[in-house]
């Protein structure tokens, strides 16, 4: 989910996610070569520099866009619960031990860290620690999702994650992209429905939203709208 959307927001970011791969890959061979330690550590010399500039700054990255999301989600989420249901992501990082927005921090925790782990990453023959190995997690009421959240609040956190997502795309390009919901209508209750439908009317947002069921659209929504049935692998034009 990070990468893809951050990816989305930020090319640049993109581009330091590839690079940290392809280093990430190089570094990974060296180690599962069947080399002497200290020519081992001669060669890793060379790619940590480039591991540890790329990670540090897809993991600074990574922090702000959390806390940008926060920052809308909590709002979207209040509204589509009617304050009920509260949500906040969390960013679980193997370098870093605080949250902190400073890339020389974060250079210095991933060079020690790198340091420290240096044998026991030569053992195991792989790259115990970077971003690639980071996590992230979604919580309700302080309830990790994953684990205690229903179908139904899984739906409603994902719809904040992607509304807040529009919402930042807005604030860098100044227009809002095409938003796409799959069948998400039949998850949702009459109230939440009628949130989110209101809302793609009032921002005059794009939307493709497929569904199984127009009872859940009303008349005002297929009046400002064009809908179209698929019949037998046929798009009709209702």
């Given at each position: 989910f990070l990468d893809e959307q951050i990816s989305q927001i930020y090319p640049l970011y993109y581009k330091y996610l590839s690079e940290y791969y392809r280093i990430l890959g190089h570094r990974n061979n060296i180690l599962k070569k069947e080399i002497n330690q200290k020519k081992k550590k001669e060669k890793l010399l060379i790619w940590d520099p480039r591991l540890i500039e790329r990670g540090s700054f897809l993991i600074?990255?990574?922090?702000?866009?959390?806390?940008?999301?926060?920052?809308?989600?909590?709002?979207?989420?209040?509204k589509i619960t009617r304050e009920k249901e509260d949500i906040k992501l969390t960013y679980q990082s193997n370098i870093l031990k605080d949250q902190e927005e400073n890339i020389s921090s974060i250079?210095?925790?991933f060079k020690d860290k790198l340091e420290e782990h240096k044998e026991k990453e030569i053992e195991q023959r792989t790259?115990?620690?970077?971003?690639?190995?980071?996590?992230?997690?979604?919580?309700?009421n302080r309830f990790n999702i994953a684990s205690y959240g229903s179908q139904g609040q899984q739906r409603t956190a994902v719809l904040s994650l992607k509304l807040s997502e529009l919402e930042l795309i807005k604030e860098k390009e100044g227009v809002y992209p095409i938003f796409f919901l799959d069948d998400v209508?039949?998850?949702?209750?009459?109230?939440?429905?009628?949130?989110?439908?209101?809302?793609?009317?009032?921002?005059k947002v794009q939307a493709f939203i497929t569904s199984i069921n127009l009872d859940y659209f009303n008349s005002n929504i297929k009046e400002k709208s064009r809908i179209f049935k698929i019949e037998e692998g046929k798009i009709i034009n209702l």
């Open positions: 600074l990255t990574r922090i702000k866009f959390i806390k940008k999301i926060n920052r809308l989600a909590h709002k979207f989420h209040q250079n210095k925790e790259t115990l620690l970077g971003p690639h190995r980071d996590d992230f997690s979604v919580y309700i209508m039949s998850e949702l209750d009459e109230d939440r429905r009628h949130f989110l439908l209101g809302l793609i009317i009032d921002k």
